[in-house]
């Protein structure tokens, strides 16, 4: 099929936080000869999209501009929305994607967007450009919310199957890390991975994985990384029990295909692993075959009350094992805790102290969070996490000592704020009614 977009634009605000997400979106596009001469504009600050999207009003006959965001960026994406609508009116379609408006479709089409793309988009978004690039309805288009004179959700689709498309956007240049698993099992109660991918576990071959690491190598990049949900879980039927033959499977073909000056890094940033799957055998892995120098752990409380109210699935006991595990290899063990989890009691705030101490004492470092509540989590209507004086205390005596690291202050703030706009759905944002 030879290209027959028209004269249609898509500008992404493409700022750093979400990259990871365009970049598989942008690269779905470029698997479908539709888009072959689609113009894809990336902007990377809001004041720039601000100044720069009447230029490419002009030079196009149609433009989308696209956001993606968490709910975290949600008032600076509402304070930016509000003023493209008011500088450029009704002259372009406004799409949003990503956890928050997944989450929160209402909210956000209430903010100022026209549709709401919910869930994974590689397929939707697809549908939706050839659907406005015709000038046809995108009314029976699923995956999309928008308002209709009131609220129209089309429906979920079927899960992606992630070899059909490219984890980057070569073409455009648009690189970062491999996505190797989605979907989630455990479907812990504060957080929203499980909600937007579901709960079914799904995973890009060995072969895809080598494939796109020899394209990132013949275009110079020679770091290699992973995005996971939990990432020794590669190869798992359900994301529950380690495959460690299959992850080794993965470990080897990447390693032969980065060459041998790359570097390929697992279990450590942009991801991590869950305690209960750091083992003999998968911390061995990474010694074999990995350049990091840490692991990334998921304990997020010491209080084992708290984490089955989480439905975390894993024990206290489990974070104590992956730490000792990760620290008797020679490897960094930096530990995710969040504090102010709902129902946290002193005595909870008191036992995370002790496990934060012992971890710390161990040779450990403590990665904090603050909880906030986040649309569509059995947690949402929660109070934001607040973190006690006793706790306050404990924490900044281990920032002296250098063993703790993060933004839990600010996200205490922001939790608040946060708290807010779930009880009361005002984000200070005036709306804009639906062009269709």
């Not at 979907?183 to 576990?201: E, K, L």
């Not at 692993?273 to 055998?281: A, D, N, Q």
């Not at 101490?357 to 161990?362: D, I, N, S, V, Y």
């Given at each position: 099929m030879s290209a027959v977009i028209h004269d249609t634009a898509l500008v992404l605000y493409y700022d750093k936080p979400n990259r990871y997400g365009f970049n598989v979106l942008v690269g779905a596009l470029e698997g479908d000869e539709?888009?072959?001469?689609?113009?894809?504009?990336?902007?990377?600050?809001?004041?720039?999209?601000a100044s720069k999207l009447g230029g490419v009003i002009e030079r196009h006959e149609k433009v989308i501009v696209g956001f993606s965001f968490f709910t975290t960026q949600l008032w600076d994406v509402c304070k930016l929305i509000k003023k493209l609508r008011r500088k450029y009116a009704d002259r372009v379609l406004y799409v949003a994607g990503?956890?928050?408006?997944?989450?929160?479709?209402?909210?956000?089409?209430?903010?100022?967007?026209?549709?709401?793309?919910?869930?994974?988009?590689?397929?939707?978004?697809?549908?939706?450009?050839?659907?406005?690039?015709?000038?046809?309805?995108?009314?029976?288009?699923?995956?999309?919310?928008?308002?209709?004179?009131?609220?129209r959700f089309t429906g979920w689709r079927p899960p992606v199957n992630l070899d059909r498309y490219p984890p980057f956007a070569a073409k455009h240049g648009m690189f970062g890390?491999?996505?190797?698993?989605?979907?989630?099992?455990?479907?812990?109660?504060?957080?929203?991975?499980?909600?937007?991918?579901?709960?079914?576990?799904?995973h890009r071959s060995v072969e895809q994985v080598?494939?796109?690491?020899?394209?990132?190598?013949?275009?110079?990049?020679?770091?290699?990384?992973?995005?996971?949900?939990?990432?020794?879980?590669?190869?798992?039927?359900?994301?529950?029990?380690l495959n460690v033959a299959r992850l080794e499977e993965l470990l080897e073909g990447v390693r032969e295909a980065v060459g041998p000056k790359g570097r390929l890094f697992i279990g450590s940033f942009p991801s991590e692993?869950?305690?209960?799957?750091?083992?003999?055998?998968t911390v061995e892995l990474v010694l074999?075959?990995?350049?990091?120098?840490?692991?990334?752990?998921?304990?997020?409380?010491?209080?084992?009350?708290?984490?089955?109210?989480?439905?975390?699935?894993?024990?206290?006991?489990?974070?104590?094992?992956?730490v000792k595990l990760t620290l008797k290899a020679g490897l960094k063990a930096n530990v995710d805790f969040?504090?102010?989890?709902?129902?946290?009691?002193?005595?909870?705030?008191?036992?995370?102290?002790?496990?934060?101490?012992?971890?710390?004492?161990?040779g450990a470092r403590i990665h904090a969070h603050t909880f906030m509540p986040l649309p569509q989590t059995p947690f949402a209507k929660a109070p934001a996490g607040r973190v006690s004086g006793k706790l306050r205390k404990a924490i900044n005596s281990l920032i002296c000592k250098g063993k703790v690291y993060g933004a839990w202050e600010r996200q205490e703030k922001i939790a608040e704020m946060i708290e807010r706009y779930m009880r009361t759905g005002?984000?200070?944002?005036?709306?804009?009614?639906?062009?269709?």
């Open positions: 539709y888009f072959d001469d689609l113009k894809v504009y990336l902007v990377e600050h809001g004041g720039e999209l990503g956890p928050h408006p997944t989450g929160d479709p209402e909210g956000t089409l209430r903010m100022g967007f026209d549709v709401v793309v919910r869930g994974e988009g590689e397929e939707t978004l697809a549908e939706l450009l050839k659907r406005f690039d015709c000038d046809e309805s995108y009314a029976d288009v699923k995956g999309v919310a928008y308002f209709d004179g009131e609220y890390p491999i996505e190797i698993t989605r979907g989630c099992p455990f479907a812990c109660y504060f957080c929203q991975t499980p909600r937007m991918f579901g709960s079914r576990v799904r080598c494939r796109y690491v020899e394209v990132m190598r013949r275009r110079g990049l020679t770091d290699v990384r992973f995005t996971s949900p939990n990432a020794f879980s590669y190869g798992s039927p359900d994301g529950k029990r692993v869950r305690p209960e799957h750091v083992t003999e055998e074999k075959y990995a350049s990091n120098d840490n692991l990334v752990i998921g304990a997020q409380s010491g209080s084992q009350r708290v984490l089955d109210a989480c439905h975390r699935g894993h024990s206290v006991e489990d974070v104590y094992n992956a969040i504090f102010g989890l709902p129902g946290e009691t002193e005595e909870d705030a008191e036992q995370t102290i002790k496990v934060m101490k012992e971890l710390a004492e161990m005002d984000v200070g944002c005036e709306g804009a009614p639906s062009r269709y």
